[in-house]
C-alpha cells in the first residue's frame, strides 16, 4: 500500500512539473532533489527505483548530443519522407498572416491577460458620427424592393451618394483621400447597410475587402498609390478583383489564365510588358469596374526578366477601357441585384509597372492575396450575418410578439422560445466575434486562421437562424414583397457561404489545416527544420523543436486529465465572481484540444490533409473555442450588464458544448481505436459533462426578444431601425413600444368578457362596447384602436396584379441587359 502512496507521490510530483511546463533542465534538477528528499523519508524499493529511473532518463534528455545521436537525428528522415509535399502556393498561404488568440487556444494554457487586456474596441466620435449621418442617410434611401425586383441595380442617386461619401474608401487612409476608418468602423458600417439591403452591403464591402485598394495600400509602388487610391476614395473609379474563372473556384492557386513577359507597343512606344489572356466569373463589381484587378500565372519564356521561366500568381491592375477585355454581362446571384459577371481578356498588353508593387512583386501574387484576405475576410463577411443576425433578432422578435395564434403570442410558445433563444444567443455571439476580430486587425493582426473561423462560422449561424426566422414568421416571410423582411436575405444566404472562401472548404481543410501548423507552437519548427538543406542545422533545430513538441504534448496529457478531473476550477485566471467558471472551463478545453490535435497528428501525419471529416471536427472544436471566447470578452468589455447575463448563459453553453461533441465524435472516428480510448481517458475523465444551453436560459433569453428593453438595444446595436408606421420594421416598433399597456388592457377586456360584463364579441366591437360601459377609458380605447391597426399591418403580406407576377424576374432582366 506505501509502495502505491508513494508511487503516486512521485508521480503528482512529476506531474506537477509538466502541469507547469518546467523546462527539461530545472525539471531534471528538481526531480533529482524531491527524490533525494523522498530517498531521506525511506521510499520503499520499487518506488525508489522507479524515481530515481525517471530522474536519469530526464537528466540523459538533457544531453542535446545523445539526444540527436540516438533520437531526433534517427526521425528527421522519418519526418522528411511522411512529409506531404507541398507546393509554393500552399506554403504561401500557410505562412500569410498572422496568428493571435487562435495561438494561445491551440497552446492548452491559453493566457487571459494577453485577451482581456485587449482594450474594448471603441469606435471614434469621427465613426459615430459617419454611421449616425451618411450611414443612417444611405439605409433611408434604400428601398430593397424596388432595387432586387423592379431595377435589379441601386439607383443612380444611391451609387453617387455612396461614392461621393466615400463609402467605396472605408480603409484608404485620409493622406490620399480616404475616411481612413478603423477596421471595427468598416464592419460597422456594412453591418448597418446590410440589416437594411444586402445588395447595398456587398457593394459597399468590396471594394472595401479584398479589392484593388487593400493590395495596393500595403503592396502598391508610390506612384500607384497616388494614381489610384485617391480616385478610388471619391468613387472616381470603381474596382473590382478577378481571381476565379470556369475552371479555378476553390482551387483558385490553379488558375489557367496567363501572361507573358514580352515587348509590345503601349501608347505608341515599345514598351517592357504583359501579354494577358484570362477568362474570369462571378466579379462583383465587374459589370461597372473601371479598373480591374486581375490575378494570373506570369511566365518569362524569353528571359527578359532574368533566368526564371515561370514567375508564379502575379496581381495587375488594369483600367477596364484596355483594348482586349470584354466586360459588361451580369450574373443573376439569387435575385440580389448587386453587380456581378463574367469578363474575358483576349491579347490584352499592358506594361509591366501596371503589376501591383511593380516589377519588384511579379510572381508574389499568391501571398499577396492571401494576406489580404486574411484581413478582409476578417471584417467583411462576418458584419454581413451580423447585421442579420440583429436583423432578425429585432424584426422577427418583435413579430412573434405581435402575431397571435391560439390566443397568444406566438413567441411564448415554447417551441418558438426554443427557436427565438438561438436567434438572440447566436447573435450574442456572432457581434461578440465580429467585434473582438475587428479589434485584433486594428491592433494590426492579419489573422488568417481567424478570419477563415469567423467568416464559416458567422456565415453558417446567420444561415441557421436566418431560416428559423422564416420559421417563425411561416407564410409571412414567405410571400416577397416590399412588407418581406426577411426574403431576400433567406435568398442571399448561400451567398454568403460561398464566396470568400467556401464553407465546406473552409471548415473541411483550411481552419484546422493552416491552424496546425500556424498555431501550433512547434509544428512549423519542425516542418521548417525537415525542409532545411544544412545538415547541421537541420538537425539542431529539428531536436530543439521535436523535444519542445514532446514536452508540450506530455504537458497537455496531463493537464487536460487534472483539468477534467477538478473541472478546471484550480485554474487561476484574471477575472472575479462567477464568470471565472467560463474562463476555467475554456482553459480545461483548450488543453483537451491541444492533446487531441497532437495524437491525431502524431498517427496521420500529412494523411491528416485528407481526413477532412476529422479536419472539420477539429475546425468546430477550435471555432467554438473562439466564439465562447469572444462571449466572454464581450460581456467583460461591456461591464458585465446583468441583463445579459441569458445570452452569455446561452451562447457560452452551445459554444463550449459544441467544442465537447467535436472532440467525443472525433474520438469515436479516431484510427486508432486503443488510442481513442487513451485519450478518451485523459480528456473526459469522467464522461462528457457539458450541457447545451438548458430550457430555462433559453427562455429568458428568447424572452429579450420580445419585448424593448436595454438588453434587446444592446443586441442589435448598430442596425438600421427605420421609423414610422410606413415601414415594416417602423410598424413592428411601434407595436412593441406599447405592448405592455396593451396587454394590460386586454387582460382588462377579457376578464369582462369572463365575467359576463361583456359579451363575446370582435375586437373592434368589444372596445366600443367596453367604451361605452365605462369598462376602458377614451385613452384605453384609443390605444386599442391604434395597436390593433399596427397588427393587422404587421402581419398583412403583400399581393400583386397577375399581370406584374406574369412578368417574370429575368425578362426584365434581359430587357435592362439589352
Ligand atoms: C455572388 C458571387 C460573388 C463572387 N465574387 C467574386 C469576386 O469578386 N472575385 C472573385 O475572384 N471571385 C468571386 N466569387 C467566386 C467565389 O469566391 C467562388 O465561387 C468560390 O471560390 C467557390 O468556387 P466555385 O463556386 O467554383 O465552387 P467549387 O470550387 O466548384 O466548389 C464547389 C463546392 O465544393 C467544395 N469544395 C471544393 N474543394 C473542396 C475540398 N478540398 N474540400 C471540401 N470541399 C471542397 C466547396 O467548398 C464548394 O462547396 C464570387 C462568387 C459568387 C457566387
Not at 418583435?398 to 390566443?407: D, S
Not at 466575434?433 to 462560422?457: C, F, H, L, W, Y
Given at each position: 500500500?506505501?509502495?502505491?502512496?508513494?508511487?503516486?507521490?512521485?508521480?503528482?510530483?512529476?506531474?506537477?512539473?509538466?502541469?507547469?511546463?518546467?523546462?527539461?533542465?530545472?525539471?531534471?534538477?528538481?526531480?533529482?532533489?524531491?527524490?533525494?528528499?523522498?530517498?531521506?523519508?525511506?521510499?520503499?524499493?520499487?518506488?525508489?527505483?522507479?524515481?530515481?529511473?525517471?530522474?536519469?532518463?530526464?537528466?540523459?534528455?538533457?544531453?542535446?548530443?545523445?539526444?540527436?545521436?540516438?533520437?531526433?537525428?534517427?526521425?528527421?528522415?522519418?519526418?522528411?519522407?511522411?512529409?506531404?509535399?507541398?507546393?509554393?502556393?500552399?506554403?504561401?498561404?500557410?505562412?500569410?498572416?498572422?496568428?493571435?488568440?487562435?495561438?494561445?487556444?491551440?497552446?492548452?494554457?491559453?493566457?487571459?491577460?494577453?485577451?482581456?487586456?485587449?482594450?474594448?474596441?471603441?469606435?471614434?466620435?469621427?465613426?459615430?458620427?459617419?454611421?449616425?449621418?451618411?450611414?443612417?442617410?444611405?439605409?433611408?434611401?434604400?428601398?430593397?424592393?424596388?432595387?432586387?425586383?423592379?431595377?435589379?441595380?441601386?439607383?443612380?442617386?444611391?451609387?453617387?451618394?455612396?461614392?461621393?461619401?466615400?463609402?467605396?474608401?472605408?480603409?484608404?487612409?485620409?493622406?490620399?483621400?480616404?475616411?481612413?476608418?478603423?477596421?471595427?468602423?468598416?464592419?460597422?458600417?456594412?453591418?448597418?447597410?446590410?440589416?437594411?439591403?444586402?445588395?447595398?452591403?456587398?457593394?459597399?464591402?468590396?471594394?472595401?475587402?479584398?479589392?484593388?485598394?487593400?493590395?495596393?495600400?500595403?503592396?502598391?509602388?508610390?506612384?500607384?498609390?497616388?494614381?489610384?487610391?485617391?480616385?478610388?476614395?471619391?468613387?472616381?473609379?470603381?474596382?473590382?478583383?478577378?481571381?476565379?474563372?470556369?475552371?479555378?473556384?476553390?482551387?483558385?492557386?490553379?488558375?489557367?489564365?496567363?501572361?507573358?513577359?514580352?515587348?509590345?507597343?503601349?501608347?505608341?512606344?515599345?514598351?517592357?510588358?504583359?501579354?494577358?489572356?484570362?477568362?474570369?466569373?462571378?466579379?462583383?463589381?465587374?459589370?461597372?469596374?473601371?479598373?480591374?484587378?486581375?490575378?494570373?500565372?506570369?511566365?518569362?519564356?524569353?528571359?527578359?526578366?532574368?533566368?526564371?521561366?515561370?514567375?508564379?500568381?502575379?496581381?495587375?491592375?488594369?483600367?477596364?477601357?484596355?483594348?482586349?477585355?470584354?466586360?459588361?454581362?451580369?450574373?443573376?446571384?439569387?435575385?440580389?441585384?448587386?453587380?456581378?459577371?463574367?469578363?474575358?481578356?483576349?491579347?490584352?498588353?499592358?506594361?509591366?509597372?501596371?503589376?501591383?508593387?511593380?516589377?519588384?512583386?511579379?510572381?508574389?501574387?499568391?501571398?499577396?492575396?492571401?494576406?489580404?484576405?486574411?484581413?478582409?475576410?476578417?471584417?467583411?463577411?462576418?458584419?454581413?450575418?451580423?447585421?442579420?443576425?440583429?436583423?432578425?433578432?429585432?424584426?422577427?422578435g418583435?413579430?412573434?410578439?405581435?402575431?397571435?395564434?391560439?390566443?397568444?403570442?406566438?413567441g411564448h410558445f415554447e417551441g418558438v422560445e426554443e427557436v427565438l433563444a438561438r436567434m438572440a444567443g447566436y447573435?450574442y455571439?456572432?457581434?461578440?466575434?465580429?467585434?473582438?476580430?475587428?479589434?485584433?486587425?486594428?491592433?494590426?493582426?492579419?489573422?488568417?486562421?481567424?478570419?477563415?473561423?469567423?467568416?464559416?462560422?458567422?456565415?453558417?449561424?446567420?444561415?441557421?437562424i436566418?431560416?428559423d426566422?422564416?420559421?417563425?414568421?411561416?407564410?409571412?416571410?414567405?410571400?416577397?414583397?416590399?412588407?418581406?423582411?426577411?426574403?431576400?436575405?433567406?435568398?442571399?444566404?448561400?451567398?454568403?457561404?460561398?464566396?470568400?472562401?467556401?464553407?465546406?472548404?473552409?471548415?473541411?481543410?483550411?481552419?484546422?489545416?493552416?491552424?496546425?501548423?500556424?498555431?501550433?507552437?512547434?509544428?512549423?519548427?519542425?516542418?521548417?527544420?525537415?525542409?532545411?538543406?544544412?545538415?547541421?542545422?537541420?538537425?539542431?533545430?529539428?531536436?530543439?523543436?521535436?523535444?519542445?513538441?514532446?514536452?508540450?504534448?506530455?504537458?497537455?496529457?496531463?493537464?487536460?486529465?487534472?483539468?477534467?478531473?477538478?473541472?478546471?476550477?484550480?485554474?487561476?485566471?484574471?477575472?472575479?465572481?462567477?464568470?471565472?467558471?467560463?474562463?476555467?472551463?475554456?482553459?480545461?478545453?483548450?488543453?483537451?484540444?491541444?492533446?487531441?490535435?497532437?495524437?491525431?497528428?502524431?498517427?496521420?501525419?500529412?494523411?491528416?490533409?485528407?481526413?477532412?471529416?476529422?479536419?472539420?471536427?477539429?475546425?468546430?472544436?477550435?471555432?467554438?473555442?473562439?466564439?465562447?471566447?469572444?462571449?466572454?470578452?464581450?460581456?467583460?468589455?461591456?461591464?458585465?450588464?446583468?441583463?445579459?447575463r441569458p445570452l452569455l448563459q446561452w451562447a457560452f453553453d452551445d459554444?463550449?458544448y459544441?467544442?465537447?461533441?467535436?472532440?467525443?465524435?472525433?474520438?469515436?472516428?479516431?484510427?486508432?481505436?486503443?488510442?481513442?480510448?487513451?485519450?478518451?481517458?485523459?480528456?473526459?475523465?469522467?464522461?462528457?459533462?457539458?450541457a447545451p444551453p438548458d430550457d430555462h436560459v433559453g427562455q429568458q433569453a428568447a424572452r429579450l426578444l420580445l419585448?424593448?428593453?436595454?438588453?434587446?438595444?444592446?443586441?442589435?446595436?448598430?442596425?438600421?431601425?427605420?421609423?414610422?408606421?410606413?415601414?415594416?420594421?417602423?410598424?413592428?416598433?411601434?407595436?412593441?413600444?406599447?405592448?405592455?399597456?396593451?396587454?394590460?388592457?386586454?387582460?382588462?377586456?377579457?376578464?369582462?368578457?369572463?365575467?359576463?360584463?361583456?359579451?363575446?364579441?370582435?375586437?373592434?366591437?368589444?372596445?366600443?362596447?367596453?367604451?361605452?360601459?365605462?369598462?376602458?377609458?377614451?385613452?384605453?380605447?384609443?390605444?386599442?384602436?391604434?395597436?390593433?391597426?399596427?397588427?393587422?399591418?404587421?402581419?398583412?403580406?403583400?399581393?400583386?396584379?397577375?399581370?406584374?407576377?406574369?412578368?417574370?424576374?429575368?425578362?426584365?432582366?434581359?430587357?435592362?441587359?439589352?
Open positions: 500500500m506505501s509502495t502505491l502512496i508513494w508511487t503516486l507521490i512521485e508521480l503528482g510530483l512529476l506531474g506537477a512539473l509538466a502541469y507547469h511546463r518546467v523546462s527539461l533542465r530545472p525539471a531534471a534538477v528538481i526531480a533529482g532533489m524531491m527524490m533525494a528528499l523522498l530517498t531521506v523519508l525511506l521510499l520503499p524499493g520499487w518506488s525508489l527505483l522507479v524515481g530515481w529511473l525517471i530522474v536519469a532518463a530526464l537528466v540523459l534528455l538533457c544531453s542535446m548530443s545523445l539526444r540527436r545521436t540516438y533520437i531526433s537525428d534517427r526521425l528527421l528522415p522519418l519526418l522528411r519522407r511522411a512529409m506531404p509535399p507541398m507546393s509554393q502556393t500552399e506554403r504561401e498561404a500557410l505562412e500569410a498572416g498572422t496568428v493571435w488568440w487562435d495561438a494561445e487556444l491551440f497552446s492548452g494554457r491559453p493566457d487571459w491577460r494577453r485577451l482581456l487586456g485587449t482594450p474594448a474596441p471603441r469606435l471614434s466620435a469621427e465613426e459615430q458620427s459617419f454611421l449616425d449621418g451618411p450611414a443612417e442617410a444611405l439605409c433611408r434611401m434604400l428601398d430593397d424592393w424596388r432595387i432586387t425586383q423592379e431595377d435589379f441595380d441601386l439607383p443612380p442617386e444611391v451609387w453617387t451618394y455612396i461614392k461621393q461619401q466615400g463609402f467605396f474608401g472605408m480603409i484608404i487612409p485620409k493622406r490620399y483621400g480616404g475616411l481612413g476608418f478603423s477596421a471595427l468602423a468598416h464592419s460597422a458600417v456594412v453591418m448597418k447597410i446590410a440589416t437594411r439591403s444586402i445588395t447595398a452591403a456587398v457593394t459597399v464591402m468590396v471594394p472595401n475587402s479584398l479589392g484593388p485598394a487593400e493590395l495596393l495600400l500595403h503592396y502598391g509602388t508610390e506612384q500607384q498609390k497616388e494614381r489610384y487610391l485617391r480616385r478610388l476614395a471619391k468613387g472616381e473609379e470603381v474596382p473590382c478583383f478577378a481571381l476565379t474563372g470556369p475552371e479555378a473556384g476553390s482551387d483558385a492557386s490553379s488558375i489557367p489564365d496567363t501572361g507573358i513577359i514580352c515587348r509590345g507597343k503601349f501608347n505608341g512606344e515599345e514598351t517592357l510588358g504583359i501579354r494577358l489572356n484570362w477568362e474570369k466569373r462571378y466579379i462583383t463589381l465587374g459589370p461597372v469596374a473601371t479598373v480591374l484587378g486581375l490575378a494570373f500565372k506570369l511566365y518569362d519564356p524569353n528571359g527578359l526578366l532574368g533566368k526564371r521561366r515561370e514567375l508564379g500568381i502575379t496581381c495587375a491592375l488594369i483600367p477596364t477601357d484596355t483594348p482586349g477585355i470584354e466586360i459588361g454581362a451580369r450574373h443573376f446571384p439569387l435575385n440580389a441585384a448587386f453587380q456581378n459577371g463574367p469578363n474575358r481578356g483576349r491579347d490584352v498588353f499592358i506594361p509591366l509597372d501596371w503589376v501591383i508593387g511593380g516589377a519588384e512583386r511579379v510572381g508574389q501574387g499568391w501571398r499577396m492575396l492571401m494576406e489580404s484576405l486574411a484581413a478582409g475576410r476578417s471584417i467583411s463577411l462576418p458584419a454581413l450575418s451580423t447585421g442579420a443576425g440583429k436583423l432578425v433578432c429585432r424584426a422577427i418583435g413579430y412573434a410578439r405581435v402575431r397571435k395564434q391560439f390566443k397568444t403570442p406566438i447573435t455571439m456572432m457581434d461578440a466575434a465580429r467585434i473582438m476580430t475587428a479589434g485584433a486587425v486594428d491592433n494590426g493582426e492579419k489573422p488568417s486562421v481567424i478570419s477563415a473561423i469567423v467568416k464559416q462560422q458567422l456565415t453558417e449561424r446567420m444561415r441557421r436566418v431560416n426566422a422564416m420559421d417563425v414568421q411561416g407564410g409571412a416571410a414567405i410571400c416577397l414583397g416590399p412588407r418581406n423582411l426577411i426574403g431576400r436575405a433567406y435568398q442571399s444566404i448561400p451567398i454568403s457561404i460561398t464566396v470568400e472562401g467556401a464553407n465546406l472548404l473552409t471548415r473541411s481543410l483550411i481552419i484546422f489545416g493552416q491552424g496546425a501548423v500556424r498555431c501550433h507552437p512547434y509544428i512549423l519548427k519542425e516542418m521548417r527544420a525537415a525542409a532545411e538543406q544544412n545538415p547541421y542545422t537541420a538537425s539542431r533545430d529539428f531536436d530543439a523543436a521535436l523535444f519542445g513538441h514532446i514536452g508540450f504534448t506530455v504537458s497537455n496529457a496531463v493537464r487536460a486529465l487534472w483539468l477534467g478531473l477538478t473541472g478546471a476550477r484550480l485554474v487561476r485566471v484574471p477575472v472575479h465572481g462567477q464568470p471565472r467558471r467560463y474562463y476555467q472551463k475554456i482553459t480545461r478545453m483548450s488543453a483537451a484540444f491541444a492533446l487531441t490535435a497532437d495524437v491525431t497528428m502524431l498517427v496521420l501525419g500529412g494523411d491528416l490533409k485528407r481526413r477532412e471529416r476529422l479536419s472539420g471536427r477539429f475546425a468546430d472544436a477550435l471555432s467554438n473555442l473562439y466564439l465562447a471566447s469572444a462571449v466572454v470578452k464581450r460581456f467583460e468589455d461591456q461591464g458585465r450588464p446583468d441583463a445579459d459554444a463550449l459544441t467544442v465537447q461533441e467535436s472532440l467525443d465524435a472525433l474520438l469515436k472516428n479516431f484510427p486508432v481505436r486503443w488510442l481513442s480510448w487513451i485519450v478518451r481517458g485523459l480528456v473526459f475523465p469522467l464522461g462528457r459533462r457539458y419585448r424593448p428593453s436595454v438588453a434587446r438595444d444592446r443586441l442589435t446595436a448598430g442596425m438600421f431601425i427605420p421609423k414610422g408606421e410606413r415601414e415594416p420594421l417602423g410598424r413592428i416598433e411601434l407595436a412593441l413600444a406599447d405592448i405592455e399597456r396593451v396587454d394590460a388592457v386586454e387582460r382588462a377586456l377579457s376578464n369582462s368578457v369572463k365575467n359576463g360584463v361583456l359579451p363575446k364579441a370582435s375586437i373592434a366591437e368589444l372596445i366600443d362596447l367596453a367604451l361605452e360601459r365605462g369598462v376602458i377609458s377614451d385613452e384605453n380605447a384609443e390605444l386599442l384602436r391604434r395597436a390593433e391597426a399596427l397588427r393587422r399591418e404587421i402581419i398583412k403580406v403583400d399581393d400583386f396584379p397577375k399581370e406584374v407576377l406574369a412578368r417574370r424576374p429575368d425578362d426584365a432582366l434581359e430587357d435592362e441587359v439589352a
